[in-house]
Nanobody, 116 residues
Framework: QVQLVESGGGLVQTGGSLRLSCAAS????????IDWYRQAPGKEREFVAR???????NYADSVRGRFTASRDNAKKMVYLQMSSLKPDDTAVYYC??????????WGQGTLVTVSS
């Protein structure tokens, strides 16, 4: 059974940086995409970033140029480096692994709070 555990959230001032981590355990399929999502208070969960199987990335317009998603396959770790943070980035951040064969696992989330 695959499990994901996010960490690295916390309180940061506007303009600051944080690096979120997502630790994976268990038998992970070789073909997966890795997504970061976030959910702000009172809002729906929204897409933030994706790492494709081949290593390419894609970002939501709201974070492009400020956030960088990466992975370390050997360590089974996924990262989201966030810089130039804004109050609108305040949310619970989740990582997700999935593929087109029906595999999907979410982490429990980590809270990021950006103060103005």
């Amino acid at each position: 059974q695959v499990q994901l555990v996010e960490s690295g959230g916390g309180l940061v001032q506007t303009g600051g940086s944080l690096r979120l981590s997502c630790a994976a355990s268990g038998n992970i399929p070789s073909i997966v995409v890795i997504d970061w999502y976030r959910q702000a208070p009172g809002k729906e969960r929204e897409f933030v970033a994706r790492i494709f199987t081949g290593g390419g990335t894609n970002y939501a317009d709201s974070v492009r140029g400020r956030f960088t998603a990466s992975r370390d396959n050997a360590k089974k770790m996924v990262y989201l480096q966030m810089s130039s943070l804004k109050p609108d980035d305040t949310a619970v951040y989740y990582c997700k692994l999935s593929n087109t064969y029906g595999f999907e696992v979410w982490g429990q989330g980590t809270l990021v709070t950006v103060s103005s």
